[in-house]
């Protein structure tokens, strides 16, 4: 089943203990990205990444980095959480720019 | 900067009532737009995409619409059911690796 897989489903941390939400997907899809989405504000993009080893900003990356090693992982990194990074978070890829997106599931995230 | 909002924020309707949801982009110059369904505390699920070169697509109950020059899309769901209910979101990809989200529009249809 072509699908883009997220784990952990839900995460619950401390302030300042680094964590890493990983994201795959099985459609050797050129194109991913992180949103986060938080009530009233809806999603916003974090990072995005056009290919292995090319990624860029989206429209709210502080607090978070990413990278792409392999095309189907594109993993989160939170050096050092914060509060205000607890949120809802997920991971979407699609074959091509423009091309319409397939999201995972989300990860909900809470930093205490 | 584009901007997408979707209006209204809320609707319930009663069983088998046909539906538009609206939203409405600032930039015509969009590369396409894709309709997504979304339960509360899960993931998005892709239900239609527009090109841009395109005026609509449909599958089954669901049709959406595309006037850029009017710069609005809508969603008719025909025949409302209580399987419908859930929030609906537009997203707007400008042809740049950003893509623009709504705030969505929570349905609710009353059985």
């Known amino acids: 089943e072509a699908q883009v897989t997220q784990n952990p489903r839900y995460l619950i941390t401390v302030t300042g203990k680094k964590l890493t939400v990983t994201c795959s997907q099985n459609m050797n899809h050129e194109y991913m990205s992180w949103y986060r989405q938080d009530p009233g504000l809806g999603l916003r993009q974090i990072y995005y990444s056009m290919n292995v080893e090319v990624t860029d900003k989206g429209d709210v990356p502080e607090g978070y980095k990413v990278s792409r090693k392999e095309k189907r992982n594109f993993p989160l990194i939170l050096e050092s959480p914060s509060p205000n990074q607890t949120s809802l978070y997920f991971c979407a890829s699609s074959y091509r720019q423009g091309g319409g997106y397939t999201f995972g599931s989300g990860t909900r995230l809470t930093v205490v | 900067k584009q901007e997408v909002t979707q209006i209204p924020a809320a609707l319930s309707v009663p069983e088998g009532e046909n539906l538009v949801l609206n939203c409405s982009f600032t930039?015509?110059?969009?590369?396409?737009l894709q309709w997504f369904r979304q339960d509360p505390g899960k993931g998005l699920t892709s239900l239609l995409l527009?090109?841009?070169?395109?005026r609509e697509q449909t599958s089954g109950r669901l049709n959406a619409s595309l006037d850029k020059s009017s710069g609005r899309s809508t969603l008719y769901i025909a025949a409302s059911q209580p399987g419908d209910s859930a929030t609906y979101l537009c997203a707007v990809n400008t042809g740049g690796f950003k893509t623009i989200f709504g705030a969505g529009t929570r349905l609710f249809v009353k059985a």
């Open positions: 930039d015509s110059a969009i590369y396409n």
């Open positions: 527009i090109q841009s070169s395109q």
